[in-house]
């Protein structure tokens, strides 16, 4: 028979009543940090969900030998910048290797060392032996360390890089991220 407490309820009921306040104090503490919206950037030909409300830039930017009109929406919330980069290379056959150079250039960024790749793909992606995603560890260039979930793939002849950074990675919150993506 359960003993008594002193404020008159059983253990096991109290044990639940903490962990149901527990509960509803990290879900709290979390809502404002990481405030979910989706999103359909223009001329993106992507879906997505981002934690806070983004803020969107373009660049021309070299990529295979080819000017590529660079687009990157990002915004910064719970210790972590989000974000999405594409463009359009125009020509299919520098699709496998420009999403090769973007893991290459974000792993040479942080001075990570080689991390395993997983392929990966949202779903309308055109398939493609370099779509993948990768953890890496390293350092911003200031030598504070960093972490990135990274990932790239493609639709056609546009090409995206998603990626969540941070001092710490943050995986279930990366997921999440991942998952909202979908391209047409």
């Known amino acids: 028979m359960p003993q008594p407490s002193c404020l ?31 999103l359909r950037p223009e001329g993106g030909g992507v879906q997505l969900q981002l934690p806070c409300k983004p803020s969107t830039f373009a660049r021309p930017l070299q990529l295979q030998g080819v000017a590529v009109d660079w687009k ?5 919330a719970g210790e972590q910048t989000w974000g999405l980069a594409w463009g359009d290379l125009k020509d299919p056959a520098l699709v496998t290797s420009a999403l090769l150079d973007l893991r290459a250039t974000a792993q040479r960024n942080l001075a990570a060392p080689e991390a395993p790749t997983l392929p990966w793909a949202p779903p309308g992606a055109t398939p493609n032996v370099q779509a993948a995603r990768v953890r890496l560890q390293g ?16 639709r056609g ?28």
């Open 8 to 38: 008159g309820q059983t253990r096991s009921t109290q044990r639940l009543r903490c962990l149901g306040l527990l509960g509803l104090i990290g879900l709290l503490a979390c809502t404002p940090a990481l405030n979910w919206r989706e």
């Open 72 to 76: 990157l929406m990002a915004c910064s």
């Open 139 to 154: 350092k911003l260039p200031d030598g504070r360390p960093a972490a990135q979930e990274l990932a790239v793939f493609a």
């Open 157 to 184: 002849t546009a090409i995206y890089q998603a990626s969540v950074m941070g001092a710490q990675a943050v995986p279930e919150a990366a997921a999440l991220y991942f998952a909202s993506l979908r391209v047409w």
